[in-house]
Structures are given as C-alpha cells and as structure tokens.
C-alpha cells in the first residue's frame, strides 16, 4: 500500500514538473499543462451578493504560473477563460494540483474579484490507507461554493457601462461600437434608418451613407457582402462598428471612407430562444419576421427571416441655366410612387468538433420587387422666351435574388492565444428590369407639339463575388501578440441594358445606345500585424501588400466579345500604426494611421461612349490612376464618470490622384449637327479634409440618458482639368442628438434629430444614384447634379419619435409595442447646387416625411444550461472551451 501511495505521489509530482517545464513534443501542450494526466478541477458557482441568484455572463479567468519560451522564464499566464452560463455555474479542468493560481471574476455592472486558490494537497501521516489515498485524490476535484460579487455601476476598460444593459457605445482600439438592438426607431426598418443615428453617418435622401463624406465599404460580420442597407432588416442588427481608419488586416481598397460592419444578433447561451414581430405603417405596408435560435454546448443554430413592404412617395423640383452660345432655362417637378417589398432569410450552424476546432456554414437569400411610377414636367425657356414644354410618364419594374454562403474553419493550438482560421465567402447576385418613358412635347398653348417619343429599357446583370482568406493569431508573450494572413478577392459582373424606339406600330432594338458589358476585378493581398505593450503603452504597427488586375470587355448584341481592356496595378504598400496611452482606469489617448486606395470602376474606366441619354453622354477613361489617402487620426476617450462617456477625434486626411467627375461638350457622335454633354471622369490634383469630431454619452439622472455629437470638418479640392482650375474649399459641420426616456411601468421614449450644414459635393458625386441595374433616381437632369467636383449641399436638419412599451413576464418571455415617427416637423429637404463652365444647376428632393410605425415583438426561449445537459456533467461544460468560441 506504501508503495502504491508513493507512484501516486511520483506521478502527481511529475505531472507539475512536466507542466511547468515542458520536455521535448511536450513543448507546445498548453497553458498549464493540459495533458491528459492533469487531474486538477475547479468548480463553483457566482451569486449575486444581495439577493443570491445565480449570475450568467461573468467572466472566469485563471491565471498561474507558466514557462516563456521566448524568456526562458517562469511567467504568469492565463489557464482557462470561461463566462458562466445562465445558472452561474463554471468548471474547470485538467489541472495540475500543485501549485497556486488566481481567480479573477468580472462582469459588466458589478466589481472585479480577484482571489488566490490551490488545491491545498496534504500529504497523510503514518501508513497510508485507501481511506487517506481517496480523501488525498478527492482534493484534486475542490468546489469553490457560492463565490459572490457585489452589484457596482462602473466603467471597465474602455467601455462605458450602466447596471448590467448592454452599453449604447463602446470604444476598442481600431473601432468604435454602438450597439443599436435596443433603438427605438429601428422595429420594422431596414439597415439604413439605423445609420440615421450613428454619430459619424449621414444619410441622404436615396439612402447612401457616408462617413466623413465618403463611401464607406459595407461589411457583415466582418466579411464583405454585395446586400445593400435597404436590403438588411433593422430586426437582425446586434451593433454597428464603424473603422473609420483600417488597419492593415483590412483590404486596402475604399479610399478613405473606412469600414461600416454590421454585427447579426446571435444567441451565445445555452437553450433556446426566438422570436417574432409583426408591424404596418400608415401608408397600410407591413412587415413581418421571426428567428429561431438552439445552443448546445458543441451546436450553434440559428435561423430568421423577414418580409418588409414598403411606399415611398417623393416630390422633387429642379432648375437648370445651360451656359451655352443660345443661352436656355429648365425648369422640372417630380412626382414618384415606388412600392417595394422584399424578403430576407439567413441561417447558420456553429459546430465545436472538438475542444479546439469549430467549423461554421452560414447561407442568406433576399429577393425583392420594386415598382416606380414617375411624372415629370420640364419647361424649356430659350433666351427668356418660353418655347415649350414636356410630360414624362416612366412606369419601370425591377426584380434581385442575392444569395451568399459562408464556410469557416478555426483551430486553437494547445498553447493559449494561438490559433488559425480560414474562411471562404461566395455572394452571387442577379436582377432584372423593364424600364418604359413616354415623352410628349406641348406648345405654350398646351397645344400637342409632333408625335409622343416613347421609349423601352430592358436590362439585368448578375456578378458573383468570392472571398478566401486565412489569418493566423499567436499571443508570444502576455504582451504582445503578432498575426499575419493572406487574402484573395475575385469579382466577376455582367450587365446588359437594351434601349428600345416605338417607330410606327412596335418597339424596335437601337443598338448605337444600348449596351452589353462584363469585367472581372482580381485583388491579392498578404499583411502582418504586430502589436506589443510596454508599461502603459500599447503599440500595433501593420503592414499590407496588394496587387490587384482589371478587365473590362463590351460585348455584342449577340453575347460575343466585341472590345475589352485591362488595367493592371503594380504592388502597393500600405503600412498601419496604432499608438495608445492608458491615461488611467477612465482616459485613454490615441494616435493612429494608415493608407488606403481607390482603385477606379469599370463605368470611370471603359473608354467607349454610353448613348442611354443622348444629352448626357457618359465615356470612361482608360487612363485613370488609383487614388490613395493617408489618414491620421488622434482620439481622446474619457468615460468620466457612471455610464458616461466622451470621445474626441481629430482627423486629417490626404488623397493624390482624386477621382472626380468632369463635364466637356462635344459633337454628340449620333448625329451630324447637334451637340452634347460628355461625362467622364479625371485625376485632379489632389484634396484634403481635416476636422475635429465630439461625441458625448452621458445619464442626465436615471430616467434620461443623452447622446450628442458634433463634426467640424473642412474639404479643399484642387482640380487642375481642361479649360479650368477649380478649387473648392467649404467649412462644415452637422450635429446629432439621441435623447432617450425611460418612464414608468416599462414605458421609454426616443427623440432624436440631426443637422447639417452647407457641405461641399463629394469628389464625382451627384448622378442618378440610388437605382439598380442601371435605373438612375431620376430621369433627365432631374434626378442629380451631373457635376464636376464643383458644387455644395444646402442646410438640412430633421427630427424623429419613437416611443415603447415592454413587458416581461415570470416564464423568462417577453413582448414589446412601440409607435414612431420620421421627420415629425416635415423638414427634411435635400437641395443640392452644382456648377460647370456649362451650366450652374438647383435642384431639391423630398421623401417619406412623417410617416407613422406601428410595431409588436414577442420574445421567448429558455436558457437553462441543464436544458440539454447530458448525464456526464464535465464532458457537458467541456473546460470553457466552447464559451471561448463565441
């Protein structure tokens, strides 16, 4: 018995030795020394210091000592990391007994506990007996009891934190988050009224989003997508990031505009949940969604969708001088009806094949009908004469699928903070559309002027755009971590767009203004991140290398190949740096940079003329160069007190090679006499924007909570283009309010507005924008400016209100009704003016104003870790390992 009690010890003994000084093959085990004879386990449970209920989401951390490789010293690492399920529960495993460790508990809304544990071994005295060998074993497995922490509002990092909600605003050290899922105005809306009210954002009448006065790159979770915001559910929406300044782990390309990623709700607790939610708006459209979601602890599915209606009316007025020899004088109103509804379904399954692995295949399919009914009136003025006058009528249908699959596969090796993944990503899109324009001239005594012109477009595209990349992350020591991976993109894209005459009694092909095209765009990148912390420093510097190839092919009526060209770019170096100093607890300071690109389109690059309308004629140019800015940032973030938080940015921002619009005339190519205006686009000089930008969270008292923002910003273009040298230089600034009440018996209100200032057009901004497949916002010049990078917005400001009533009940199920409206006041009136040597042009829009929302949502599920808990309770919780993959 003496001796059998001795190999126990022997082996007990060794096993610590080995964990703390690994051997051979051994090198590589893991934090602590997870080998298979480590017997080690702690287990226990958090309460909450007053009332003694379990609490889930508290993060369990446990730290001893481990051998650096690097050092060849004994160091402090962390072992294992886990976040208590719904009953507050943790365990684990695979332990050396030997040996003290640190248990650290955090948790968003109570205090930090750290405390040292062992497993306390005692050797028995006198000759050992299977009674002293199993009480010595059973210290190897210790319960830790009811571990409880105390409830304290506080601020962590650099998160702003109130009681245990999920906070409005986060700050990591590349993005900012705001987490919008409990956004009022958000029930029964799609992506781009969320972006409404993020601070940073501007939305503008078609629903393009800019940030800083650019196009940001739309990203879902992380990955690159080809949906649309109008094409994603409000419903789905967890958070917003914004990266307004990539790093270099990010594709280069987007000039510099950044990232937008939208972040998908996803259950991470065991059990189930779901829900569904139904609404209608005042003009009588509904829509309608639901989800599904099932954890286990190795299977992760999730399934949703959502169908959305949608009446958007819009009026518009427009107002041309044509600078000509003839001088002449426009005037155009518009009236539109577009009615859309659209479908959205997503699904996804997380597998955890083993303590280390998790594989995930994620799918989505939208499909979608928008049908746009169109008056316009344009009154023609010839040297202060009106000459006459013509009614449009455009009726035009278009349908889209867009379907994209996910696979991804992560492995983490056995030594803490290293691990490897590979994702490949495949978005296929196609739409169609049918396009019909009556056009009828009258004479000053409304007198019928020649026969009506009636025309027909019949278009649709597809493309299929495919991503692979792999990236590998290694924690070298506690402060420091390196990661580099690769990164393939592909695109092909094929468009067609037939124009059509009505001669006689039938519509007839016009082959000098339709057109077929394709272009396939290929990019290859390969970065490197490195990022180490000394004291209260913390540095990343990065640095990225892409090459990237373009072909762009017109094709016949009959599908044949009838000329391409191909541009391909040389490699391209695009270096990153984050510099932080942690001030204190509450203060952090930062200093940032990186450059990027904009490589240019196939429509800026085809050097052939489009005829689609033969006054304005757009032409490519082959020529054109990629357009790079270096972007500077420095940021101040300061959560000064109890749930309260403020940021301040200052940006500056350098861009060579600007791409802009730029407008000439021309013998109009179709006819022998008349004459047209040519769109194309050129490289001017360069442009510069700086500004300085202020956001403030902060709890007035309990009951109200206020978010401000504020961005003061200058954009200077310099365009040296023929005939002409412009530069335009403009001073802005726009500001946002988020004002939210929390009432009585689960009542809560929202009032929130924005305004900006007269803002300078952006760089080969104005167009039709906003169509699909080549359906432009407006016909003629109506539907925007056609501009050089001349011109500016006028002041615009709107105000929205929302207000909610939540209930929760005993079950863990819970509903919510809630009431909003847009643009309460009816002042939100998008007017542009835009100028050329040619013409100087204003025109305004208006959409959608106050329009009343009416929503409900149920919510049920149950997170109960026993739910589907087998009958080896330890092989059920799996060491933590599958809470680390969430």
Do not use: C
């Not at 809304?109 to 071994?121: A, C, D, H, M, P």
């Not at 992380?222 to 409000?234: C, G, S």
């Not at 790093?247 to 998908?264: H, Q």
Request: aromatic residues 12%; positive net charge; glycine residues 8%.
């Amino acid at each position: 018995m003496r001796k059998l009690f001795t190999l126990i010890v022997a082996l007990i003994s060794f096993q610590f030795i080995q964990a703390q000084f690994p051997m051979g093959g051994g090198a590589g085990r893991g934090a602590g020394g997870a080998q298979s004879m480590n017997v080690g386990h702690f287990y226990g449970k958090i309460v909450d210091s007053k009332t003694n209920k379990a609490v889930e989401g508290v993060t369990v951390q446990l730290t001893g000592n481990k051998f650096d490789t690097v050092t060849k010293k004994m160091k402090e690492a962390i072992l294992a990391t886990q976040i208590t399920r719904a009953n507050g529960e943790f365990s684990i495993e695979n332990l050396s007994v030997m040996g003290s460790f640190k248990l650290k508990l955090s948790s968003l809304g109570y205090k930090s506990i750290e405390k040292t544990i062992s497993f306390g071994l005692k050797m028995p005295t006198g000759a050992p007996t299977a009674a002293s060998m199993q009480q010595m074993l059973g210290q190897a497995d210790k319960d830790l009891g009811n571990l409880k922490i105390e409830a304290d509002a506080t601020n962590l990092g650099n998160v702003t934190v109130t009681s245990t909600a999920k906070p409005q605003f986060e700050m990591g050290i590349d993005r900012k988050v705001f987490n919008v899922d409990k956004n009022l105005m958000a029930a029964g809306q799609t992506a781009t009224e969320i972006m409404k009210n993020i601070p940073s954002l501007n939305v503008d009448i078609d629903g393009n989003v800019t940030l800083r006065n650019a196009s940001p790159t739309i990203f879902i979770d992380n990955r690159p997508t080809t949906l649309t915001l109008d094409q994603i559910p409000a419903d789905i929406i967890d958070k917003v990031e914004l990266i307004t300044n990539p790093s270099a782990k990010y594709d280069a390309s987007g000039g510099n505009a950044g990232i937008l990623n939208i972040v998908l709700k996803k259950n991470k607790k065991n059990g189930y949940n779901g829900g569904i939610r139904a609404g209608i708006d005042s003009r009588a459209k509904i829509n309608l969604g639901g989800d599904i979601n099932l954890r286990q602890t190795k299977t992760n599915i999730s399934l949703s969708g959502n169908y959305n209606q949608r009446k958007s009316i819009s009026e518009g007025l427009a107002d041309r001088n044509n600078l000509l020899t003839t001088p002449s004088y426009i005037h155009q109103t518009t009236d539109g009806v577009n009615e859309n509804r659209f479908s959205f379904f997503r699904g996804s399954v997380d597998y955890l094949a083993s303590n280390r692995s998790t594989f995930t295949i994620g799918a989505n399919y939208v499909t979608g009908k928008f049908d746009n009914d169109q008056d316009q009136r344009v009154d023609s003025t010839i040297k202060g004469t009106f000459t006459s006058y013509n009614m449009i009528k455009s009726l035009s249908t278009s349908q889209f699928e867009n379907w994209g699959t996910q696979l991804s596969y992560k492995y983490n090796f056995p030594k803490n903070g290293e691990n490897i993944s590979a994702d490949f990503n495949l978005n296929s899109s196609n739409n169609e559309n049918n396009t019909s324009i009556n056009t009828q001239t009258y004479n000053v005594d409304n007198s019928i002027k020649g026969l009506p012109l009636k025309q027909k477009t019949i278009g649709g595209g597809d493309s299929k755009n495919y991503t692979m990349q792999v990236d590998y992350e290694n924690e070298i020591t506690l402060d420091s971590k390196l990661e580099f991976g690769a990164r393939a993109a592909i695109r092909d894209f094929k468009n067609s767009s037939d124009q059509y005459r009505f001669l006689v009694n039938d519509y007839y092909l016009v082959p000098s203004i339709s057109n077929k095209y394709k272009f396939n765009d290929q990019v290859y990148a390969a970065y490197g991140n490195y990022a180490f912390k000394v004291k209260k420093w913390s540095y990343q510097l990065g640095f990225r290398i892409e090459s990237s190839s373009y072909t762009g092919t017109l094709l016949k009526q009959s599908g044949a190949d009838s000329s391409s060209f191909s541009v391909k770019y040389p490699l391209s170096l695009f270096p990153s740096a984050f510099v932080t100093y942690k001030v204190d607890d509450k203060q952090d300071l930062q200093l940032n940079y990186s450059r990027r690109v904009n490589r240019p389109n196939f429509f800026q690059l085809m050097p052939f003329p489009d005829f689609s309308d033969p006054q304005n004629i757009n032409i490519g140019n082959a020529n054109l160069k990629p357009e790079f800015t270096n972007s500077f940032e420095v940021s101040y973030n300061n959560a000064y007190t109890k749930g309260a938080n403020f940021l301040a940015t200052a940006y500056f921002k350098y861009s060579t090679n600007l791409i802009t619009r730029y407008v000439y005339r021309d013998k109009n190519g179709l006819t022998l006499n008349d004459s047209a205006y040519f769109n194309t686009y050129i490289n001017a000089d360069n442009s510069v924007t700086y500004g300085l930008e202020l956001s403030n969270k902060m709890p007035v008292n309990k009951w109200w909570d206020l978010t401000l923002s504020f961005n003061l910003f200058s954009s200077k273009i310099n365009a040296t283009i023929p005939d002409q040298s412009v530069d335009n230089e403009l001073v802005s600034w726009f500001a946002k309010m988020n004002s939210t009440f929390k009432l009585a018996k689960g009542l809560s209100l929202q009032f929130s507005g924005d305004y900006q200032a007269k803002t300078i057009l952006p760089p080969g901004g104005g167009g039709s924008g906003g169509g699909r497949g080549g359906m432009g916002g407006g016909m003629m010049f109506g539907g925007g400016p056609q501009s050089t990078s001349q011109g500016y917005n006028y002041p615009r400001y709107a105000f929205d209100l929302a207000i909610r009533k939540e209930w929760t009940w005993k079950n863990g199920k819970s509903g919510s009704l809630s009431l909003s409206m847009n643009d309460i006041f009816r002042t939100q009136l998008y007017k542009t003016y835009s100028e050329s040597i040619y013409f100087n042009q204003v025109s305004s829009r208006r959409r959608d104003p106050q329009i009343l929302r009416l929503n409900f949502s149920y919510r049920f599920g149950k997170f109960d870790a026993t739910l589907f808990k087998r009958k080896n309770t330890k092989a059920d919780q799996g060491g933590g390992m599958d809470m680390m993959q969430q």
